[in-house]
């Protein structure tokens, strides 16, 4: 990544965390009893004002694929023009049939380069409150026609 676009791939992550509000502690703290995380990688795929995301989640533990990560992402009109921002809408699917649990979030970047930070929260399909969370960054350039890659760090404690 040039110096330029790290420089604003830095400034979208702390704009982002301002405006994003703080992470669930689950992603941030250390990892508490009977609770998975790690590294986790795929495709983000913006273009127009819809787009998908798909990828896999890597347990830290065990060095194997955890679940599935896809959604749904969605822009969302922004005071900021130079920006792009919305929504993220999915699932996290592990071993079995069924989605596992429900990902909603938000991302926001900067529309010349396509870098730029999300965050989202994981819930149960029976709803309830967010038993963790996924974050990470994203780098899909809107000009071009090559999908853009997102890698992220995560924790679910059920």
């Not at 795929?42 to 995301?53: A, H, K, V």
């Not at 699917?93 to 380069?113: I, Q």
Request: glycine share 16%.
């Amino acid at each position: 990544m040039s110096a330029p676009r790290h420089l604003i791939a830095t400034l979208l992550t702390a704009l982002a965390c301002v405006s994003l509000g703080p992470t669930p502690q689950a992603v941030t703290g250390p990892p508490p009893q009977n609770c998975a995380g790690g590294q986790g990688a795929g495709r983000w795929e913006l273009s127009g004002d819809t787009g998908t995301l798909r990828g896999r989640l890597i347990d830290r533990t065990t060095g194997q694929v955890h679940s599935t990560f896809s959604a749904t992402l969605t822009e969302v009109q922004s005071p900021c023009l130079s920006c792009v921002e919305g929504t993220i809408e999915g699932v996290l699917d592990g071993v079995g049939s069924g989605n596992d649990y429900v990902v909603r979030g938000r991302f926001l970047g900067f529309f010349m380069t396509g870098a730029g930070t999300f965050q989202a929260r994981i819930f149960r399909t029976t709803g309830g409150p967010a038993v963790g969370g996924i974050q990470g960054a994203f780098d899909d350039l809107p000009s071009d026609t090559v999908p853009g890659r997102f890698n992220a760090r995560w924790e679910l404690c059920p």
